[in-house]
């Protein structure tokens, strides 16, 4: 079965503190996709990142960065000195292709508070 | 940024209305995906859609009843709803691709449902 668990429901940090957001996942597939969206309390889904099973470098985006490592089955993110407008709900995804497309497992999100 | 425009924004409808959700996506992509957010659950895929062909229908009821004329609209109708069905409906578009397949989301429709 393919599983997403963030355990963390709920961060609260004060601005320019580093934060990182844990991600685990579960399946069998031996090629899939991980993804990081970033919901606003607007609503929308903003896609931040999609990683490649074979690919477990880490990434680096201005102050967001990754690290995936498939032997922990890990991809967890990382904001460093946070600002308020990184305050959203953030998701891990999984998708795997299955029956002619790609089928997204999404975790149960992390709220993030980034306090001024 | 956004490719995927979803109307109305906010809907509240009794429970014998029937209304329309509205979704559009400008960025060429061949699927289209209905999904739903209630509060305390994870994102629930409901239906999808690849090159206007429903391929998936996650056990949705049957008041639910989804409609794709083209790759660039989808529509979810809605009908005799029940309280419960209050929710974040999202839409999301993308490009069908063996080797990678990126969603990309609309805004939402917030759904109270009275």
């Known amino acids: 079965a393919q599983k997403v668990t963030q355990a963390q429901t709920e961060i609260s940090v004060v601005e320019k503190e580093d934060v990182t957001l844990d991600c685990v996942y579960e399946?069998?597939?031996?090629?899939?996709?991980l993804f990081w969206y970033k919901q606003p309390p607007s609503g929308e889904l903003v896609f931040l990142i999609r990683r490649n099973s074979f690919d477990e470098q880490n990434e680096i985006s201005g102050r967001y960065s990754w690290n995936f490592q498939k032997s922990t089955s890990s991809f967890n993110f990382t904001i460093t000195a946070s600002q308020v407008v990184d305050s959203a709900v953030y998701f891990c995804a999984l998708s795997s292709w299955m029956d002619s497309s790609y089928k997204l497992i999404f975790g149960s999100g992390t709220r993030l508070l980034v306090r001024p | 940024e956004t490719g995927v425009t979803q109307t109305p924004r906010h809907l509240v409808m009794g429970m014998t209305n029937k209304k329309s959700l509205k979704c559009e996506q400008h960025l060429g992509h061949n699927a289209m995906y209905w999904y739903k957010q209630s509060a305390k659950k994870p994102l629930e895929l409901m239906f999808v859609y690849n090159f206007k062909e429903q391929t998936e229908n996650n056990s949705v009821p049957s008041r639910f009843s989804p409609e794709c004329p083209n790759s660039s609209h989808l529509f979810l109708h809605l009908h005799t709803l029940q309280p419960e069905d209050s929710a974040l409906y999202l839409c999301a578009s993308s490009q069908v691709r063996r080797d990678q397949e990126t969603q990309y989301f609309g805004p939402g429709t917030r759904l109270l449902v009275l």
């Open positions: 399946t069998r597939d031996t090629t899939y996709y």
